[in-house]
Nanobody, 124 residues
Framework: QVQLVESGGGLVQAGGSLRLSCTAS?????????MGWFRQAPGKERELVAT????????SYADSVKGRFTISRENAKNTVYLQMNSLKPEDTARYYC????????????????WGQGTQVTVSS
Protein backbone atom coordinates (compact mmCIF):
# COMPACT_ATOMS: atom_id res chain seq x y z
CA GLN A 1 0.00 0.00 0.00
CA VAL A 2 1.35 3.38 -1.01
CA GLN A 3 2.04 5.80 1.82
CA LEU A 4 2.96 9.45 1.48
CA VAL A 5 4.94 11.41 4.06
CA GLU A 6 5.31 15.17 3.82
CA SER A 7 8.03 17.27 5.40
CA GLY A 8 9.52 20.74 5.22
CA GLY A 9 6.74 22.85 6.66
CA GLY A 10 7.32 25.49 9.28
CA LEU A 11 7.08 29.14 10.21
CA VAL A 12 8.50 31.71 7.81
CA GLN A 13 8.23 35.46 7.38
CA ALA A 14 6.42 36.96 4.42
CA GLY A 15 8.71 37.06 1.41
CA GLY A 16 10.59 33.99 2.54
CA SER A 17 10.86 30.52 1.03
CA LEU A 18 10.21 26.94 2.00
CA ARG A 19 10.61 23.65 0.19
CA LEU A 20 8.15 20.89 0.94
CA SER A 21 8.98 17.27 0.26
CA CYS A 22 6.72 14.26 -0.11
CA THR A 23 8.22 10.78 -0.18
CA ALA A 24 6.24 7.75 -1.29
CA SER A 25 6.77 4.29 0.11
CA UNK A 26 5.17 0.99 -0.78
CA UNK A 27 5.02 1.67 -4.50
CA UNK A 28 7.11 -0.23 -6.99
CA UNK A 29 6.82 2.30 -9.81
CA UNK A 30 6.76 5.87 -8.59
CA UNK A 31 7.09 7.04 -12.18
CA UNK A 32 3.56 5.81 -12.86
CA UNK A 33 2.04 8.21 -10.34
CA UNK A 34 0.87 11.72 -10.95
CA MET A 35 1.63 13.80 -7.88
CA GLY A 36 0.06 16.91 -6.48
CA TRP A 37 -0.01 19.36 -3.61
CA PHE A 38 -3.18 20.65 -1.99
CA ARG A 39 -3.62 23.05 0.89
CA GLN A 40 -6.35 23.78 3.37
CA ALA A 41 -6.57 26.75 5.67
CA PRO A 42 -8.87 26.79 8.73
CA GLY A 43 -12.45 27.42 7.71
CA LYS A 44 -11.66 27.13 4.02
CA GLU A 45 -12.08 24.46 1.40
CA ARG A 46 -9.15 22.40 0.23
CA GLU A 47 -7.38 24.00 -2.71
CA LEU A 48 -5.35 22.31 -5.42
CA VAL A 49 -2.00 24.08 -5.53
CA ALA A 50 0.13 22.23 -8.09
CA THR A 51 0.33 18.96 -9.97
CA UNK A 52 2.90 17.06 -11.99
CA UNK A 53 1.70 14.30 -14.25
CA UNK A 54 3.16 10.82 -14.45
CA UNK A 55 3.59 11.02 -18.23
CA UNK A 56 5.75 13.79 -19.68
CA UNK A 57 5.97 15.55 -16.31
CA UNK A 58 3.46 18.21 -17.30
CA UNK A 59 2.90 20.68 -14.48
CA SER A 60 -0.04 22.87 -13.54
CA TYR A 61 -0.56 25.53 -10.89
CA ALA A 62 -3.32 27.41 -9.16
CA ASP A 63 -3.44 31.02 -10.30
CA SER A 64 -2.72 32.14 -6.75
CA VAL A 65 0.73 30.53 -6.77
CA LYS A 66 1.85 30.82 -10.40
CA GLY A 67 5.29 32.35 -10.67
CA ARG A 68 6.02 31.74 -6.98
CA PHE A 69 5.72 27.98 -6.48
CA THR A 70 7.40 25.19 -8.44
CA ILE A 71 6.55 21.51 -8.32
CA SER A 72 9.17 18.96 -9.30
CA ARG A 73 9.89 15.29 -8.80
CA GLU A 74 12.92 13.12 -8.24
CA ASN A 75 11.85 9.65 -9.30
CA ALA A 76 15.01 7.96 -8.07
CA LYS A 77 14.05 9.06 -4.55
CA ASN A 78 10.28 8.53 -4.89
CA THR A 79 9.92 12.17 -3.92
CA VAL A 80 8.01 15.20 -5.12
CA TYR A 81 8.89 18.73 -4.05
CA LEU A 82 7.09 22.03 -3.78
CA GLN A 83 9.43 25.00 -3.82
CA MET A 84 7.59 28.00 -2.42
CA ASN A 85 9.07 31.46 -2.88
CA SER A 86 7.81 34.94 -2.10
CA LEU A 87 5.50 33.50 0.51
CA LYS A 88 2.51 35.53 1.64
CA PRO A 89 0.41 35.29 4.81
CA GLU A 90 -2.45 33.97 2.69
CA ASP A 91 -0.30 30.93 1.86
CA THR A 92 -0.70 29.82 5.47
CA ALA A 93 -2.34 26.39 5.44
CA ARG A 94 -1.79 22.73 5.96
CA TYR A 95 -0.25 21.32 2.79
CA TYR A 96 -1.11 17.82 1.65
CA CYS A 97 0.61 15.59 -0.86
CA UNK A 98 -1.55 13.49 -3.18
CA UNK A 99 -0.85 10.67 -5.64
CA UNK A 100 -2.83 9.02 -8.41
CA UNK A 101 -1.65 6.07 -10.49
CA UNK A 102 -1.75 6.30 -14.27
CA UNK A 103 -4.15 9.24 -14.30
CA UNK A 104 -4.19 12.92 -13.39
CA UNK A 105 -4.62 14.10 -9.84
CA UNK A 106 -8.31 14.40 -9.07
CA UNK A 107 -10.09 17.05 -7.08
CA UNK A 108 -12.09 14.77 -4.81
CA UNK A 109 -11.05 12.99 -1.64
CA UNK A 110 -11.53 9.56 -3.16
CA UNK A 111 -9.55 10.30 -6.30
CA UNK A 112 -6.12 10.23 -4.70
CA UNK A 113 -3.85 8.71 -2.11
CA TRP A 114 -3.14 11.29 0.60
CA GLY A 115 -0.44 12.14 3.06
CA GLN A 116 -1.02 13.50 6.54
CA GLY A 117 0.03 17.01 5.68
CA THR A 118 2.59 19.53 6.88
CA GLN A 119 1.80 22.94 8.32
CA VAL A 120 3.06 26.11 6.67
CA THR A 121 2.63 29.37 8.54
CA VAL A 122 3.64 32.69 6.99
CA SER A 123 3.87 35.65 9.32
CA SER A 124 3.38 39.23 8.15
Amino acid sequence: QVQLVESGGGLVQAGGSLRLSCTASGCSSFTLYSMGWFRQAPGKERELVATIRWNFGTTSYADSVKGRFTISRENAKNTVYLQMNSLKPEDTARYYCAAAKLRPIGSSEGDNIWGQGTQVTVSS
